[in-house]
């Protein structure tokens, strides 16, 4: 590595990286140690004013897409050049942790933010992303900002998604735009020359293997559907069985027949029923209508092919009473990253003497979409027992740390490409 881009990695700041975490888990804090921050929420608004903040006190430039992905860019000595680009997201879900997601934002700006106190210049620009509504969690799908910004998803497809409490995404990202009149709109899909995202594992591999650094090679397909049961309300005390629409029942064998399909006896398919609305949701009403959530995943393409191409003619085969209507919401394939990052990231770590260990995404990522446009990869550190998605994920300053080192070394190679 130069010495000046070593100077620049040892000014990564672990105690400075941990503050940034404690004050944007102040925002939409809950009980646990936890974070709600919804994707458009207030919450998502206050963590974003921070961020734009923290990049005004450096100068660094202010940008916002029309779907409200958020970038923080420092110039290049080459300001035509196209940037390289790191980020995350920093939405959660709704008992989601401290880290996912926003560890990547924050490895990025504190990247960002050494490479400055070292007065290192680089050839390209550098780019932090906050990517819109990573988690999908409040408006579905995931990865909605990505998969807008990359071109692969028009923002009509996305306008009119309501959440669980019927607000418009229309609206939700309106109010979002307004309240940060700061950033200058810039287009969607602008040239890149990489893309590099760090993330907390969310599996258990690297702590058990006693690694610092997964060397990300990929991210499982995966397929995502909504499932609407339409059936008739009726008085539960009164209405014979065989005279029922039951759109609950029928909605429950569906699941049931879904995971007689997705039984996998290596345990390598994942199928997740995690959303579901029932109305007019009364103890003594027959459901007449229930919605509810298909997540599915598998690394090979084949089987998540098979697997996502059998789920509409199996719940309409299921359903005894009711008529059924399948919406696919999300289609990806599985991911393959260039070996071209992969390659530098492993470098980096090696070069900063790091544990590291290649390894496969089982979560999905905003470098998923990128990778369609640029050379794209992934660094992920430890959290603890691989817990994520949960209000206790948790992750040691340390590890953080050595991420944020691993991106900038790996950051500082590719803008000087
Ligand atoms: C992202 O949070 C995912 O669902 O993989
Ligand atoms: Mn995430
Ligand atoms: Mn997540």
Not at 3 to 14: L, P, S, T
Not at 369 to 376: D, F, K, L, T, V
Request: charged share 20%; net charge negative; with cysteine.
């Amino acid at each position: 590595m130069r010495e000046a881009h070593q100077d620049a990695v040892g000014r990564v700041d672990q105690q400075r990286l941990w503050q940034r975490h404690a004050e944007m888990a102040q925002i939409g804090a809950i009980p646990g140690n936890g974070v709600n921050r919804a994707a458009l929420s207030a919450e998502d608004i206050a963590a974003r004013k921070l961020l734009i903040s923290w990049a005004q006190a450096r100068n660094f430039s202010i940008g916002v897409d029309d779907i409200g992905n958020l970038f923080v860019r420092r110039e290049g000595l080459d300001p035509a050049a196209p940037p390289v680009m790191t980020g995350s997201h920093m939405d959660s879900q709704p008992r989601g942790g401290r880290f996912d997601g926003m560890f990547g934002v924050l490895a990025g700006f504190e990247a960002l933010e050494a490479i400055d106190d070292a007065g290192v210049k680089t050839q390209r620009a550098i780019e932090v992303v906050a990517w819109t509504n990573e988690e999908g969690g409040r408006f579905p799908p995931c990865t909605m900002g990505s998969a807008v910004y990359t071109g692969q998803r028009p923002l009509a497809d996305f306008l009119d998604v309501r959440d669980n409490e019927g607000i418009v995404l229309r609206d939700a990202l309106a109010a979002t735009l307004a309240a940060t009149p700061q950033a200058t709109r810039r287009e969607f899909n602008s040239p890149a020359a990489a893309y590099v995202e760090a993330h907390i594992e969310q599996g258990p591999l690297l702590e058990n293997a006693n690694k610092t650094i997964g060397v990300v090679t990929g991210i499982q397909g995966l397929r995502w559907f909504n499932i609407e049961v339409f059936g008739k309300t009726d008085h539960a005390g009164t209405t014979p069985l065989a005279l029922r629409q039951d759109a609950l029942r029928d909605a429950v064998a569906i699941i049931n027949a879904l995971h007689e399909l997705t039984r996998d006896a290596a345990d390598t398919v994942r199928f997740t029923v995690g959303r579901m609305l029932v109305t007019p949701n009364s103890t003594n009403s027959v459901a007449s209508h229930v919605l509810f959530s298909v997540d599915l995943r598998h690394p090979d393409p084949a089987t998540i092919d098979r697997l996502g191409k059998a789920v509409e003619p199996l719940a309409v085969k299921t359903a005894q009473q009711c008529r059924v209507r399948v919406t696919p919401t999300l289609h990806n394939n599985p991911c393959v990253f260039d070996p071209l990052i992969v390659g530098a990231v492993e470098n980096a770590a090696r070069e900063l003497g790091l544990p590291n260990m290649r390894l496969a995404s089982g979560a999905s990522h905003d470098a998923n979409y990128m990778a369609r446009i640029c050379p794209s990869g992934m660094i992920f550190v430890p959290c603890e027992k691989g817990v994520s998605h949960n209000e206790a994920e948790n992750a040691k300053p340390e590890d953080l740390a050595a991420g944020a080192k691993v991106l900038a070394a790996t950051l500082l190679e590719l803008a000087n490409r």
